[in-house]
């Protein structure tokens, strides 16, 4: 059974950080292309950023976190992170750790985290 279990998430101000953990259970994790989304109240889910299998050495970033947020994985640890710096309010979601999606097309996997808050206030 895959599990995905994210934590980090929490109040911060606007130009703050927070780092996002997702750990990874259930999946032979070095397989896996991984993912984050997020969720604001009233929108669709959308895409933020994504990491290759194996060594991660391609990335994707939606163009509003690009310079601001990234993606890393320590496949010792079946973990993939998100630090997320000059934080803004339009960033406040419920953000979402995937597995098994593209990092071509940032079309999601099929396994989801049950989401953690980021709350950054102006």
């Known amino acids: 059974q895959v599990q995905l279990v994210e934590s980090g998430g929490g109040l911060v101000q606007a130009g703050g950080s927070l780092r996002l953990s997702c750990a990874a259970s259930?999946?032979?994790?070095?397989?896996?292309?991984m993912g984050w989304f997020r969720q604001a109240p009233g929108k669709e889910r959308e895409f933020v950023a994504s990491?290759?299998?194996?060594?991660?050495?391609?990335?994707t970033y939606r163009n509003s976190v690009k310079g601001r947020f990234t993606i890393s994985r320590d496949n010792a640890k079946n973990t993939v992170y998100l630090q997320m710096d000059s934080l803004k309010p339009e960033d406040t979601a419920v953000y979402y750790c995937?597995?098994?999606?593209?990092?071509?097309?940032?079309?999601?996997?099929?396994?989801w985290g049950q989401g953690t808050q980021v709350t950054v206030s102006s």
């Open positions: 990491i290759s299998n194996w060594s991660g050495s391609r990335t």
């Open positions: 995937n597995a098994g999606g593209s990092t071509i097309t940032s079309a999601p996997g099929s396994h």
């Open positions: 259930g999946l032979t994790f070095t397989v896996y292309n």
